[in-house]
């Protein structure tokens, strides 16, 4: 079966800085990724998934992820984090089984601060 | 365009008590639906899904249940609540079966058991 990690519960960052948000993902079979972003008290929102093709993926409010089958991972990146980024992330694996059932990681929280 | 909804969007029932909430899909057909609990600090756990009426897969043994009446309507229920039931409720869909489908969630039942 399935399984993801996600290894930093909370990540603190300054307005304009660099962020990654870590995932790895362990799987004997071909998966798809994906990456969803929680406001407080909200559901999920998208924000990319990869399917297959380049493994650079670009997705909402400029973020973007690579997926790296060797070392199985699909890092989130943004190059210039905004104060509305402060959310719970999580990355989420569905394996290519015939039918999709996500499997989610603990979440990342996402601390942006002036 | 399709929107998922749940209510109550907030409960707050004694031990012991049932439990009913409610998600409606509208906007598309024969979806593949989901509850998903998440707790605090322990990411999304997949409780129940569906693939049409009257058909529930359970994930997790517990003293909850599921059911769906209609195409685009899926139901939680507990007949006694216990305090670990708390946790905030989401409901997905997905189009169609293949693992590479997005699922898009609702805004959620925060449930607290006292």
């Known amino acids: 079966a399935q399984s993801v990690t996600q290894l930093d519960s909370q990540v603190p960052v300054f307005e304009e800085a660099p962020v990654e948000l870590r995932c790895n993902y362990s799987?004997?079979?071909?998966?798809?990724l994906f990456w969803y972003v929680q406001y407080p008290n909200q559901g999920l929102q998208l924000l990319l998934k990869?399917?297959?093709?380049?493994?650079l993926v670009k997705g909402i409010n400029g973020f973007e992820a690579e997926f790296n089958k060797s070392q199985t991972s699909f890092h989130l990146r943004k190059p210039s984090v905004h104060i509305s980024d402060t959310a719970e992330y999580f990355c989420a694996v569905s394996e290519d089984t015939g039918f999709q059932k996500l499997v989610f990681g603990t979440g990342t929280r996402l601390l942006v601060s002036p | 365009s399709q929107t998922i909804h749940q209510w109550p969007a907030t409960l707050v029932q004694p031990v012991g008590s049932p439990l009913s909430l409610e998600c409606t899909v509208e906007g598309t057909s024969n979806p593949n639906l989901y509850w998903y609990r998440q707790a605090a600090g322990r990411g999304l756990q997949l409780l129940f899904y569906s693939v049409g009426i009257g058909q529930i897969s359970s994930e997790v043994p517990q003293n909850l249940s599921a059911s769906r009446p209609q195409d685009r309507q899926f139901i939680l229920s507990s007949k006694k609540l216990l305090l670990s039931d708390s946790g905030f409720y989401l409901c997905a869909w997905s189009p169609g079966q293949g693992p590479y489908n997005e699922q898009f969630f609702g805004p959620g039942t925060r449930l607290t058991v006292l």
């Open positions: 799987s004997s079979v071909s998966v798809y």
């Open positions: 990869y399917l297959s093709g380049s493994t």
